[in-house]
């Protein structure tokens, strides 16, 4: 497989699809599709959407069959982001290298665009229920797991979590939970709503979600290494990387990176966009 190809092709489907399914900036009311299509077009690697489809073709299924559940988590991701970056949150100015949602619209569209996108991204997701060979009783039981992994005891709890948590006093177990919470569950959702909308086996959700889970805390980690050599500071937020060092961060991210591999096993090869994807937490960027 060309990874490279397979990527590329794969963010030029979603973007598509994204710039299909969102307002245009015109409709009115036109200050909050702005808003919104400025932070789903930010410059996203589509890493959630991505393992939604690579997840879905690993049992035979086509992109268009999953593309608007996927979609739909991408704006739900976005969202968090909107959120996480204001002012009473992360007082972020920055957010991929442009002004954060909040410095262009201001706090109070920057509030209403991020509740807008979570709407709409379920109701993506429901929709993706006019797909013939998709099952209604997959599309609920979705909705359910989303209700779980982005609420206050995964996504949600792992912001507060992330908030009230002082560095001096956190262990190990404290990241690791933390991190489950705030950047593995919806890693592990994006990958369970590929299986279940193609009719998983429980023993396949299994081995699927502790891949995700081990994603999302390599992600994580590789995340805090990239905040403290790119930033060249202490963030003041519970950070891997400030803890242990890039090393051991470095070791750490690449164990949980080989053992999300090892989980696959059970597919055989069919399984290998997904290995390719994990590999490719380790190289990016940002």
Do not use: W
Not at 192 to 209: D, E, V
Request: aromatic share 8%.
């Amino acid at each position: 497989m060309d990874f490279k190809k397979y990527l590329e092709n794969k963010i030029n489907i979603i973007n598509r699809a994204l710039d299909e399914y969102l307002p245009l900036e015109e409709k009115p009311p036109s200050i909050i599709h702005k808003a919104m299509r400025y932070s789903v077009f930010g410059g996203g690697k589509r890493i959630r959407p991505i393992l939604t489809l690579a997840t879905a073709e690993l049992f035979g299924k086509d992109t268009e069959s999953v593309i608007k559940a996927a979609c739909g988590i991408e704006l739900i991701h976005t969202f968090s982001l909107i959120h996480d970056d204001l002012p009473c949150i992360d007082n972020d100015d920055f957010r991929r290298g442009k002004p954060s949602n909040h410095k262009v619209f201001g706090e109070s569209i920057a509030v209403l665009a991020g509740d807008a996108l979570l709407a709409s991204g379920f109701d993506l997701i429901i929709k993706n229920s006019d797909v013939k060979e998709i099952k209604k009783q997959s599309i609920l039981k979705l909705l359910k797991e989303i209700y779980f992994y982005i609420g206050t005891e995964n996504m949600l709890g792992g912001q507060v979590e992330d908030i009230t948590l002082k560095n001096e006093n956190i262990t190990k177990a404290d990241l690791t939970n933390l991190y489950m919470k705030k950047t593995a569950a919806l890693l592990c959702l994006s990958i369970r709503a590929g299986a279940i909308l193609s009719g998983a086996k429980q023993k396949q959700l299994k081995a699927l979600n502790k891949y995700g889970e081990n994603m999302g805390l390599a992600f994580q980690i590789i995340d805090d290494m990239l905040d403290i050599m790119q930033d060249q500071r202490d963030i003041g937020k519970p950070n891997y990387a400030n803890q242990y060092g890039i090393k051991e961060s470095k070791s750490e991210s690449e164990r949980l990176i080989k053992e999300a591999k090892g989980f696959l096993k059970i597919f055989n090869n069919e399984a290998d966009a997904l290995r390719s994807l994990a590999d490719y937490l380790l190289t990016r960027k940002r």
